[in-house]
């Protein structure tokens, strides 16, 4: 009898997760009696965002689906509808396609819908990086709700198995630490020279650079406005620097951050620059050559120790997340932060220990993964 290849579909909704799990998808899409799916959703769909849906074709990972949430989240009312929405379109696709398993990434909004529509339908859920915490942002909230919901856990450190095995009904044989797949993919990108960034981004390197990605307090809404105030306040008191930065993701707040960073860049239009998406490539490229790396990206967390760069993580949003001995967390005052930024302008980074770092985390991951499908 003809063997019948298992449907395993991966939901991405944004830039930062899809670089995380890119080399990992590359290889789960060759493996053999497995029918692999990639859904593309949230963020990659949206122009202002920089269309990232099209990093993932130049990878040449096939997209099987687009599921567009069209969701406006400036405004917090806005995000239950597009949760319904979502519940309703993932509800459709898992009817008729009938995957026997979801691998579900993170803890946003979307990816709830997702893991949401799998439960009512009795359809595994692996889902990856629960048991972390970021306590200045919903995303907390649904992680944890993820996690309840899924079957299979895919954690990034030690710590996170001791937090999620205390949740109702979940199998502690059903976890495991895979670290963070991104640490072993960044050694397989070819970063730019210096040279081709200053093309790209018409900067001069031999300058300080700073690179800053500054995400909403979805929980403290008025506190993405006084910190982001703070930030920007800082950096108008340091001289003769280039300010490079990535615009948040589309969480509640993101349309005010964004206006402000453009207004911030209008100052100096040949220094400051900011970017819907720089793309791996280049966003690893820029880590590597700046002097500073700033904000509040969990990328602080994950990939920056990579390239031995101290990350200087500003104010709530990632409060309490695991963390090693380059993070330096500093509360978001503005005199707190200039004195920071310049102080770590002249430090050289070295070799750090990364907590989310697992050796042969990526085959470990597919051999986990082809043993619970079969």
Same mark, same amino acid.
């Given at each position: 009898m003809r063997n019948v290849k298992k449907k395993i579909f991966f939901i991405t909704g944004s830039r930062a997760e899809y670089g995380q799990f890119s080399f990992f998808l590359q290889k789960l899409s060759k493996l053999k009696n497995i029918d692999f799916k990639l859904i593309v959703t949230g963020m990659h769909l949206?122009?202002?965002?920089?269309?990232?849906?099209?990093?993932?074709? %130049?990878?040449?990972? =096939?997209?099987?689906?687009?599921?567009? *949430?069209?969701? &406006? @989240?400036?405004?917090?009312?806005?995000?239950?509808?597009?949760?319904?929405?979502g519940i309703k379109k993932f509800t459709d696709l898992f009817i008729r396609y009938k995957p026997d398993l979801?691998?579900?990434?993170?803890?946003?909004?979307?990816?709830?819908?997702?893991?949401?529509?799998?439960h009512f339908n009795q359809i595994p859920i692996a889902h990856f990086y629960g048991g972390e915490t970021s306590l200045g942002s919903l995303d907390e909230e649904n992680r944890n709700c993820i996690t309840l919901l899924s079957k299979y856990h895919f954690v990034s450190n030690k710590k996170h198995i001791v937090k999620i095995k205390n949740f109702p009904n979940i199998k502690r044989k059903n976890i495991f630490n895979i670290g963070a797949l991104a640490l072993e993919q960044i050694k397989?990108? %070819?970063?730019?020279? =210096?040279?081709?960034?200053?093309?790209? *981004?018409?900067? &001069? @390197?031999n300058k300080k650079t700073i690179l800053c990605t500054y995400h909403p307090i979805t929980n403290h809404q008025n506190k993405t406005r006084e910190e982001l105030k703070n930030i920007l306040d800082a950096l108008k008191m340091l001289d003769n620097v280039n300010i490079i930065f990535t615009k948040p993701n589309n969480d509640t707040g993101n349309d005010f951050i964004i206006k402000q960073i453009q207004k911030f860049c209008k100052l100096n239009k040949k220094n400051f620059i900011i970017k819907s998406s720089l793309g791996q490539k280049l966003?690893?490229?820029?880590?590597?050559?700046?002097?500073?790396v700033t904000?509040?990206?969990?990328?602080?967390?994950?990939?920056?120790?990579?390239?031995g760069k101290y990350s200087l993580n500003i104010g709530i949003r990632q409060m309490n997340r695991t963390q090693g001995n380059s993070i330096i967390n500093l509360r978001a005052k503005k005199n707190i932060i200039f004195k920071k930024?310049?102080?770590?302008?002249?430090?050289?980074?070295?070799?750090?220990?990364?907590?989310?770092?697992?050796?042969?985390?990526?085959?470990r991951t597919l051999k986990i993964i082809k043993k619970i499908i079969n």
């Open positions: 949206y122009k202002n965002f920089g269309s990232t849906y099209k990093e993932i074709i %130049k990878d040449n990972i =096939k997209i099987f689906k687009k599921i567009n *949430l069209k969701s &406006n @989240l400036d405004t917090i009312k806005n995000v239950p509808y597009s949760v319904g929405y979801v691998c579900i990434p993170g803890d946003r909004f979307e990816m709830l819908s997702a893991a949401i529509a799998c397989t990108v %070819k970063l730019f020279k =210096k040279k081709d960034i200053e093309d790209l *981004l018409s900067i &001069n @390197l966003y690893y490229s820029l880590i590597k050559y700046s002097s500073v904000g509040n990206s969990s990328s602080l967390f994950y990939e920056v120790p990579y390239f930024i310049s102080e770590y302008l002249n430090v050289k980074g070295k070799k750090f220990d990364n907590p989310y770092f697992k050796k042969n985390s990526t085959n």
